[in-house]
């Protein structure tokens, strides 16, 4: 009884192995380390204790997936590997389309060869697009208005539809808001290389001296400070979330065999919420200045989170204090990330 998890060297995987393998769960890493070093993996033994199976392979590699899925007797996958940068997927759209979506359908080949029909996915609320009403409902309509969100909601629709050709598949969708925060520990967290894209990331970056100065994205939209609003959801909650859908595709029978819900805490704060919040933990300034809108980017983004409470008896617990704590935490331990 293994579980599979691609991608399981990332930011978010590394995390969902600290929570399966103290829930007693057997876990197999599949990662190619295109985004991650498997230093994240080692960190994750220091915290559990335990070993953690990893595999170097490419989920488009479908012979190799088949391989390991037999040879660890995996019964699901959760499934995080994947290009997730916004404006590269504009640039090379192409590099995204075979990563997210031939990756995925190659996975899910692997998985009927063998016989696994088990399978949770990273989705992104990125899939909403515009919101036409907020908080966001699972029901909203999709409209993903960059390729990345276009690969996000194909793999999606390539999920109903597999589900809906045989109800032996169980997927559960996961639509996660903006995740941030690391592991208590300090050990594990996001590192990204290169120019943060996301906010979170940025800040860390002034406060540690990497960068000036952020640049805040418009602050004349029609929000209580100017500045735009997003949901952003302690890391450690949203892998929770993972182990309670694991849960949760036990009860998926018949035509409800595949379950679409937001992780989200279901409360909106603003750029500049966030930077106040950070200074606050960090005990440290975050200069700012405020630049033009970022293309693409939407006024206001929060989850209704009802459904995930409902369907999977979760709820984030941290709040932003805790994420501000816990990501300055993982950034003082470890100013170069895993190197
Ligand atoms: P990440 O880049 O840290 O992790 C993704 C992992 O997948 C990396 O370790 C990378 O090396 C690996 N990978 C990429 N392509 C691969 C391939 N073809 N074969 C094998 N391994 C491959 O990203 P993350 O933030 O941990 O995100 C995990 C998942 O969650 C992604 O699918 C992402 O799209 C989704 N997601 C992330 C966010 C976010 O803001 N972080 C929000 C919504 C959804
Ligand atoms: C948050 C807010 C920016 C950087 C993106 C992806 C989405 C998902 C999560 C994967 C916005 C503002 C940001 C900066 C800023 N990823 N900002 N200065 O755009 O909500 O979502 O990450 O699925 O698909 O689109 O997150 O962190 O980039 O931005 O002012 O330097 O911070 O304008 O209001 P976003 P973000």
């Not at 959801?233 to 892998?239: E, R």
């Not at 700012?288 to 459904?307: L, N």
Request: with cysteine.
């Amino acid at each position: 009884m293994t579980i599979l998890i691609t991608g399981g060297a990332g930011y978010i995987g590394s995390h969902c192995c600290v929570t399966f393998l103290e829930a007693g769960h057997d876990v197999v890493v599949v990662d190619n380390l295109s985004n991650s070093r498997s230093e994240s993996l080692k960190r994750v033994e220091a915290i559990t204790g335990q070993t953690v199976k990893y595999e170097l392979a490419d989920i488009r590699d479908r012979s190799a997936l088949e391989d390991i899925m037999t040879r660890y007797k995996c019964t699901a996958v959760v499934h995080f590997a994947g290009l997730k940068a916004v404006g590269e997927s504009v640039a090379k759209p192409l590099e995204y389309y075979e990563n997210n979506v031939i990756g995925t359908h190659s996975l899910l080949s692997a998985m009927e060869t063998v016989g696994v029909h088990r399978l949770i996915f990273s989705s992104s609320a990125t899939v909403y697009g515009e919101p036409q009403f907020l908080p966001l409902t699972e029901s909203h309509p999709t409209g993903p208005v960059n390729p990345y969100g276009r690969t996000k909601l194909m793999v999606e629709e390539m999920l109903r539809d597999l589900a809906a050709s045989d109800p032996k598949w169980r997927f559960t969708i996961l639509r996660y808001f903006n995740p941030v925060g690391a592991h208590s520990s300090g050990l594990i967290g996001e590192n990204p290389l290169g120019i943060p894209n996301n906010l979170m990331p940025f800040i860390t970056q002034v406060a540690d001296g990497r960068r000036e100065q952020l640049s805040v994205f418009g602050d004349d939209y029609d929000t209580a400070d100017g500045t735009g609003i997003r949901d952003y959801i302690h890391v450690v909650d949203l892998v929770e979330g993972h182990l309670k859908a694991h849960e949760a595709l036990a009860n998926l029978t018949g035509a409800d065999n595949c379950l679409t819900v937001n992780l989200g805490t279901g409360n909106g704060y603003s750029v500049l919420q966030m930077v106040k919040a950070f200074e606050r933990s960090s005990n440290k300034s975050i200069p700012y200045t405020i630049a033009p809108r970022r293309e693409g980017d939407v006024v206001e983004c929060y989850a209704d989170t009802s459904k995930a409470d409902e369907k999977l008896s979760w709820t984030a617990q941290k709040d932003l204090e805790a994420m501000c704590h816990d990501t300055w935490n993982w950034v003082c331990k470890n100013p170069k990330g895993y190197e």
